[in-house]
C-alpha cells in the first residue's frame, strides 16, 4: 500500500536519514539530474559544489528545481513475477536555488551539510570557502510516500 502525505514529521525523518539528496534541473528543456550531499534545516535546502560546472550553469539560467530522496529501499519477492514489489519512504519537493554569495550565510550552510552527515560543523580556511560554491533552495513544496510500511 502506498500513501502520499505532507505530514512535516514523515518528511523531516526520510530526509535526516538520507545520505544522498537527486537535484532536477532543467537546461533548455533538457532534464539534468545530479546526486550531491546536502544539509536541511528550517525548511531549506544546502548543497555545495565546483564553482564551475555544468550544474551550476544551468541553475545561474534556470533557478528552478526539483529534488528527490530516498531510504529504506527493498525489494519485496513473490512467487509470481507480476506480484513484485518495492518498499520505499522517499520525498519529493519544488524550489528555487540560489547561489549562497554573503560568507556567514557561506559558512552556516557549510554547517547545516556537515552536521547532517557528522553531527558537528567544523572550521573553513578562507582558500576552501573561495573555491567551493553553496547553494541554497528554498523549498515551495514537499510530499512523501511510504510504499510497503
Known amino acids: 500500500m502506498k500513501q502520499i502525505t505532507e505530514d512535516r514529521n514523515t518528511i523531516e525523518s ?8 537527486r537535484i532536477g534541473l532543467s537546461d533548455d528543456g533538457q532534464p539534468y ?7 536541511y534545516e528550517d525548511g531549506t535546502l544546502y548543497f555545495h559544489s565546483a564553482p564551475r560546472g555544468r ?13 528527490q530522496l530516498d531510504v529504506d529501499q527493498e525489494i ?3 512467487e ?10 522517499s520525498v519529493v519537493g519544488f524550489g528555487r536555488a540560489f ?14 551539510i556537515l552536521a547532517h ?3 558537528q560543523p567544523a572550521g573553513y580556511p578562507d582558500a ?10 528554498d523549498i515551495d513544496t514537499m510530499t512523501a510516500k511510504v510504499a510497503g510500511y
Request: net charge positive.
Open 80 to 89: 509470481e513475477a507480476c506480484n513484485w514489489s518495492v518498499k520505499y519512504r
Open 99 to 112: 547561489v549562497v554569495e554573503e560568507p556567514e550565510e557561506k559558512e552556516r550552510a557549510l554547517d547545516v
Open 76 to 78: 519485496v519477492r513473490s
Open 33 to 39: 539530474v545530479v546526486p550531491v550531499c546536502f544539509g
Open 128 to 137: 576552501t570557502l573561495q573555491r567551493t560554491a553553496v547553494v541554497r533552495i
Open 117 to 119: 552527515y557528522i553531527g
Open 55 to 67: 550544474k551550476m550553469d544551468i541553475l545561474r539560467k534556470n533557478n528552478a528545481v526539483c529534488f
Open 14 to 21: 526520510i530526509i535526516r536519514q538520507a545520505s544522498v539528496c
